[in-house]
């Protein structure tokens, strides 16, 4: 286990007693189901009942909508957890979805959508990609047409996580033109007449999480599921949530180069070479040393950026800062890691090879490193 040597002041004995919880809770009911989840590809809706009942799916969810009211940082305990066990990415999109209702909605649509959320019963992704847009996200061609008291969606998205699983969609779609053109919608997809669920897109890694393209063919949806009732306000509503997306993001990879470097000092102890153990080779123990660093210094921005996401000081650039960062040392640690298991790190019945391809998606999905250099230099250059 690698020392936490910074405990920061948003780390009281609350919350830690919540890690412990969650950590136990996952470690008995999710990580036995982890192998067949990845053989077929999805983890069911139903297992984040569970989570529900423990109180700790959307725990930061107000009162009034069912959730816990607890401060945000329960819910990166969470993420911390689950991308621990190799379980990033869907819990993360509940979150994030209920944000956007819980800060961009109607009081309506709160009490409509956030109970069966914090309960599992609604379990949510978030559809902006298209096959034409990705970081390019004005290029969005989805469009969601107004009539009567409907909104009527033609379009195709693609890449999108927790639609198969799931059985609801925030989809960003076009009602104007322009950057000031996009509205977001609340789509409940079961059963729903004209949406379509594509092929289950084959990944080179994380395996458990789902990720589809879907069709919408004169899909309709009644005119109060526009999320806040005015259309043209989803590019702002989509950026307002970045930050805290990001975030998330950083912590899975603080809470993923720990577990790397964890994995990498036991298997190192253990393994015997030219007569000795591999931890006794000088290259071993440097980059052991460097590994660890890494990840003390990643854990350190994270915690920083926690603690002003929390007091609400979080700017901008310090997320794209911990965006872009913390996932390329995830990568570049856990390949470290992987090269001290020799051939065994190639192979994906050991946690250190599926972790290296789960590593690669986070310098790509929730705005690629180059997306996040360009957003830093703009502020710095103009
Ligand atoms: C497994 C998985 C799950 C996903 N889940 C979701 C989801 O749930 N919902 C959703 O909406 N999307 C999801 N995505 C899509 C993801 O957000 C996009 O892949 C990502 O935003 C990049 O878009 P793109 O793939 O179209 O790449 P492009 O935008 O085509 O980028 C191609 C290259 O151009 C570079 N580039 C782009 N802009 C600039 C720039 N300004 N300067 C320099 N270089 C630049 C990029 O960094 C990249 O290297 C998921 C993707 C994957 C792979």
């Known amino acids: 286990m690698l020392p936490r040597l910074h405990r920061h002041p948003w780390m009281d004995d609350d919350i830690q007693a919540f890690r412990v919880l969650v950590r136990k809770f996952i470690e008995a009911e999710y ?69 956007y209702i819980a800060e961009y909605g109607t009081e309506e649509q709160r009490a409509r959508w956030l109970p069966r959320m914090v309960a599992g019963e609604l379990f949510a992704g978030i559809a902006m990609t298209e096959p034409g847009c990705g970081s390019d996200l ?52 079961e059963g ?38 005015e259309e043209g306000r989803g590019f702002g509503q989509l950026m307002g949530q970045l930050p805290f997306e990001r975030i998330l993001i950083a912590v899975e990879a603080a809470a993923c180069i720990e577990r790397a470097v964890e994995l990498t000092v036991a298997y190192v102890g253990e393994r015997r070479l030219f007569g000795k153990r591999l931890a006794e080779l000088q290259n071993t123990r440097f980059k052991l040393a460097e590994c660890a660093t890494a990840a003390h210094i990643v854990r350190s921005f994270v915690n920083d950026c926690t603690q002003r996401l929390l007091d609400g000081t979080l700017d901008c650039e310090a997320a794209y800062m911990a965006k872009w960062w913390c996932t390329e040392q995830r990568c570049r640690v856990i390949d470290e890691c992987l090269q001290l298991f020799g051939g065994y ?35 710095l250059l103009g």
């Open 138 to 189: 004005k290029a969005m061609t989805t469009r969601a047409r107004r009539e009567g008291h409907e909104y009527v969606i033609d379009g195709a998205k693609t890449l999108i996580t927790n639609a198969f699983s799931g059985n609801l969609l925030v989809v960003a779609a076009r009602t104007g033109d322009g950057g000031g053109g996009i509205s977001l919608l609340v789509v409940e997809t």
């Open 345 to 379: 790190g190639f192979l994906a019945e050991y946690p250190i090879g599926r972790m290296y391809a789960d590593a690669r998606l986070s310098r790509i999905a929730g705005g690629t490193t180059e997306v996040m250099k360009d957003l830093i230099a703009r502020r």
């Open 31 to 99: 990580v036995p189901h982890l192998d067949s989840w990845r053989r077929q590809g999805f983890i069911p809706r139903e297992t984040w009942r569970g989570l529900a009942q423990l109180g700790a799916l959307l725990p930061e969810i107000d009162e009034r909508f069912g959730g816990a009211g607890a401060s945000l940082a329960y819910q990166l305990v969470l993420t911390d957890e689950l991308a621990r066990a190799e379980m990033p990415g869907s819990a993360g999109i509940q979150s994030i979805v209920a944000h």
């Open 192 to 229: 729903l007449p004209g949406f379509g669920l594509g092929r289950r897109l084959e990944k080179i890694g994380l395996h458990a999480m789902d990720t589809s393209e879907l069709f919408f063919d004169g899909v309709r949806v009644p005119a109060g599921n526009l999320i806040g009732g």
